[in-house]
């Protein structure tokens, strides 16, 4: 079992919809968790990172944490072509090394 | 600007050659850490620093090695012993809290 999983994707949405991105972890004592953005060919940009139980919200990124069920998503409102990208999940256990999910490929349709 | 530079580009090599990757940062963070990246793939960590001449091997350190002299500088050698050297590298920073992590543009490697 890997320790960061997430649906390879490719995940396909229409324009203006909500595109959902789900990550599952292995350490009950992952304490941050990010989200990360790869255009192709291009280096991860952060999105956002949660810390605690609930949704964290910025601008049309909603980033969702459960730490009981181990479980952590990214939902992104109103999709726009620009949108399309790979999307990776990264889980860290306090300071040190974060562990990467694979992505998900996703494509927003116009 | 602030960021992070990594040179070359595109870099390529013979079989058996060692070949350095440079990482520098000016964003006054801690840690620095260098992942590869193979087509389709994660990001796999190979080694990371928290602090000025001292790192840590990460997943997959074979074949590589790494030095931290200054804070603003992380380079990565690719040794020979390396089997499959051929990867998209990228090399990130991170300050102590909250621990995100900003990532250069990255070095593509080919070994022929």
């Known amino acids: 079992q890997k320790e960061v999983e997430q649906n390879s994707g490719p995940l396909s949405v229409p324009e203006g919809a909500i595109a959902s991105l789900n990550c599952t972890y292995s350490?009950?004592?992952?304490?941050?968790f990010f989200w990360y953005r790869q255009y192709s060919g291009k280096s991860p940009e952060l999105i956002m990172f949660?810390?605690?139980?609930g949704d964290k919200e910025d601008g049309r990124f909603t980033a969702q944490l459960n730490k009981a069920s181990q479980y952590v998503s990214l939902l992104i409102r109103d999709s726009q072509p620009s949108d399309s990208a790979t999307y990776l999940c990264?889980?860290?256990?306090?300071?040190?090394?974060?562990?990467f999910g694979d992505g998900t490929t996703l494509t927003v349709k116009p | 600007d602030g960021g992070i530079t990594q040179s070359p580009k595109y870099l390529f090599r013979k079989e058996g050659q060692n070949v350095t990757l440079s990482c520098e940062q000016n964003?006054?963070?801690?840690?620095m850490y260098w992942y590869r990246q193979d087509p389709g793939q994660g990001l796999r960590l190979i080694y990371y620093?928290?602090?000025?001449?001292?790192?840590q091997k990460g997943d997959i350190a074979e074949g590589y090695s790494v030095s931290r002299e200054k804070k603003e500088s992380f380079p990565l050698t690719v040794t020979s012993a390396q089997k499959n050297p051929t990867a998209f590298y990228l090399c990130?920073?991170?300050?102590?809290?909250?621990?995100?992590?900003?990532f250069g543009p990255g070095t593509r490697l080919t070994v022929t």
């Open positions: 620093s928290q602090i000025v001449n001292d790192f």
């Open positions: 350490d009950r004592g992952s304490q941050s």
């Open positions: 949660i810390y605690s139980n």
């Open positions: 990130a920073s991170s300050p102590q809290s909250p621990n995100e992590q900003y």
């Open positions: 964003l006054n963070h801690d840690a």
């Open positions: 990264a889980v860290k256990r306090g300071a040190g090394k974060s562990t």
